[in-house]
T-cell receptor, first 111, second 112 residues
Framework: GAGVSQSPRYKVAKRGQDVALRCDPI?????LFWYQQALGQGPEFLTY????????KSGLPSDRFFAERPEGSVSTLKIQRTQQEDSAVYLC?????????FGPGTRLTVL | RKEVEQDPGPFNVPEGATVAFNCTYS??????FFWYRQDCRKEPKLLMS???SGNEDGRFTAQLNRASQYISLLIRDSKLSDSATYLC?????????????FGQGTTLQVKP
């Protein structure tokens, strides 16, 4: 069966550019999480959806970060006016119960 | 102080060795504990959940010490293929969203 997929896998952006990262969770998974992983660090929580409801966005680092999941399936993480410190791997995970299944991530490099 | 802390290593061990990693957490209300494995440039994959009574899966043993607020992972008879980064993760506490709080990860390099 298909796992979590993310696109694009790699994204290079110029500073100040807006980017949109997509996550396709496992079909039927109610919970969806976004994490940010900097080089040499563990993933850090950004935001959580239960179906289409964004129940926790406490990890979003600034108001330049915005996430949505309008139909309770696919989710998009948008970063406006990207900065160099936004360079990281953005991981999406989905869950039906205890275990979270991670996608391959999008590696964002901001020049 | 980070909520979940690990020694980043690297741990360099010969094949066949036994190696142990510890991870400490600061939130005493944490409810669930996990070890994830992450290969270079890949996503984290669940290795095992950690239960209060301790649990074993083949060469891997995980233990939880609630009183001292740490979890451990023991790998026996290590293989070259065990080389990876091992992330501990904690869930629960005051937040009930199910988000995971990860440690920095411990790098293991098994050498022939």
């Amino acid at each position: 069966g298909a796992g979590v997929s993310q696109s694009p896998r790699y994204k290079v952006a110029k500073r100040g550019q807006d980017v949109a990262l997509r996550c396709d969770p496992i079909s039927g998974h109610v919970s969806l999480f976004w994490y940010q992983q900097a080089l040499g660090q563990g993933p850090e929580f950004l935001t959580y959806f239960q179906n289409e409801a964004q129940l926790d966005k406490s990890g979003l680092p600034s108001d330049r970060f915005f996430a949505e999941r309008p139909e309770g399936s696919v989710s998009t993480l948008k970063i406006q006016r990207t900065q160099q410190e936004d360079s990281a791997v953005y991981l999406c995970a989905s869950s039906l119960g205890t275990e979270q299944f991670f996608g391959p991530g999008t590696r964002l490099t901001v020049l | 102080r980070k909520e979940v802390e690990q020694d980043p290593g690297p741990f360099n061990v010969p094949e066949g060795a036994t190696v142990a990693f510890n991870c400490t957490y600061s939130n005493s209300a944490s409810q669930s504990f996990f070890w994830y494995r992450q290969d270079c440039r890949k996503e984290p994959k669940l290795l095992m959940s950690v239960y209060s009574s301790g649990n074993e899966d083949g060469r891997f043993t995980a233990q939880l010490n609630r009183a001292s607020q740490y979890i451990s992972l023991l790998i026996r008879d290590s293989k070259l293929s065990d080389s990876a980064t091992y992330l501990c993760a904690v869930k629960g506490g005051s937040s009930n969203t199910g988000k995971l709080i990860f440690g920095q990860g411990t790098t293991l390099q098994v050498k022939p």
